[in-house]
């Protein structure tokens, strides 16, 4: 399987990835064979394949796996959606030779509720529509019909970096008129894209650029969006950033579930080589279904290689990222910007934002509107006008009752907050925050409470155990939220010792929808 491809220990997921795909299956036998090849030993290939969770390890005297699986998503959007019954359904109607897996979001959450065939994305899924495309011969997700690498150079694109590779365009200008645009990290730190930049090109080459296209958080679709339709935009943005920092080589991780978009990237990455042979090198590597790897240390483990650990830090990715070296690491869509924002000046994206605030933001909608899906809107505008001008109203017979404003991590609102203007360091003083722009409405035929529960199954499955405030604390919460009164006083203490003294963001932003529920829908708990 492997034929002469390199052994290096980072490729070892993609390796493992290969056999899957091939048997169906990992075997302890072909899991020894792989240690073997790749000269690693049977604990290190063991330990990363058994982490993550699209990879099926079966092992003496289990049985193997059906050749078809079909993952039905139960995430908020989907919950609302429908996808307990559908689950229920496929589950008591299907044969033994098909298996159907309850899975985390899979980044479709405007057209909910989704079940995924082999590879095949069913939207608006019913149990009809899933058998059928478990008949059909077909089970890939399709390539996008995206702008290719000639239209997208026909419209210009690639200009600016030739600029910049000859000198007619200057790297601390470029910089300044990022830093002025206000262009901040758009995975959810916020960071401002102007200092990372400085603070990466300052420490010493090598240099590498990883780029998070993980998109796991509940909610979040907006990478897909514009990796389906354009994506040599970020490329372009990414060439460019290596350019200004210095970088020597660029890794894409992108997440397991966007087969389609994987396809498309191989292929335009090819164009793009054979056209630039002196670009920098751009590895593409595939998650294999965990949400912790969108934690940029734990997604830097991952493409090692190994099992996505969060590391401690410091020492910062800036510092010390992957294999050792300074790592710039970016989201997607903060590179997506690159492009436009110095095509039409600093000051036009500035010039953007609502209320005082700075520019535009990718708004992934899902939930109880007319309209979802992503929508570009100001910076600082308030879910009201995003669900009116946007979203298309709430859907008939659905009144706002309350709403996510950043994925299943960020906290919850309630209908009477939906006038606070949306966008980083503006939601926190309320003890929620916006993340990667996931906006999950409900209304009043949902529950805060069940949300909340739903929020905190995902966060008991994702968590990755190295910590035990998070270990074990999603799974403490989950049972006393599954509970019918839930005890405050020990959620509460629960909740801050996760968030006190948890490793990583996951086990930290754990009880946002737990402490948000009891606070401002007391109702639901009277
Ligand atoms: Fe892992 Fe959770 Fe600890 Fe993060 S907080 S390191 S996900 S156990």
Partial sequence: LLGDESRARDLLIEHLHKIQDSRGHLSVDMLAALAEEMKLSQAEVHETASFYHHFDIVREGEAVPPALTVRVCNSLSCAMAGAKPLLDELRATAGADLRIVEVPCVGR?????????????????????????????????????????????????????????????????????????????????????????????????????????????????KDRHYLERDPHRFLEGALIAAHCVGVAAIYIYLRDEYAGCRALLQRELELLRAARPDAPEIHLRRGAGAYVCGE?????????????????????????????????????????????????????????????????????????????????APAGISLRELVDEYGGGMQDGHELYGYFPGGASGGIFPASMADLPLDFDTLQPHGCFIGSAAIIVFSQADRARELALNAMEFFEHESCGQCTPCREGTQRAVQLMRAPTWDVELMDELSQVMMDASICGLGQAAPNPLRSALRYFPQEFA
């Fill in 109 to 221: 959450c405007a057209e909910a509720p989704v079940a995924v065939v082999g590879q095949k994305p069913v939207t608006a899924a019913t149990p009809a529509a899933v058998r059928t495309a478990v008949a059909a011969d077909d089970r890939q997700d399709p390539t996008p019909d995206a702008i290719g690498y000639e239209a997208y150079r026909a419209q210009g694109g690639y200009r600016l970096l030739d600029e910049l590779l000859s000198g007619r365009r200057e790297v601390p200008a470029t910089i300044q008129a990022l830093t002025d645009s206000g262009l901040r990290g758009l995975g959810g730190a916020g960071f401002p894209l102007g200092r990372k930049w400085a603070i990466v090109g300052a420490q010493a080459a090598p240099r590498l650029l990883a780029i998070n296209i993980d998109e796991g958080e509940p909610g979040t679709f």
């Fill in 296 to 376: 940029e240390s734990a997604m830097i483990e991952s493409l090692e290689g190994k099992r996505g650990w969060p590391r401690q830090r410091p020492p910062y990715l800036a510092e010390v990222g992957l294999f050792g070296r300074p790592t710039l690491e970016h989201n997607m869509e903060t590179l997506h910007w690159v492009r436009e924002i110095l095509e039409r000046g600093a000051d036009w994206f500035a010039a953007q934002g609502r209320r005082g605030r700075k520019g535009l933001r990718s708004f992934s909608l899902s939930g109880r509107v007319n309209r979802p899906g992503m929508h570009v």
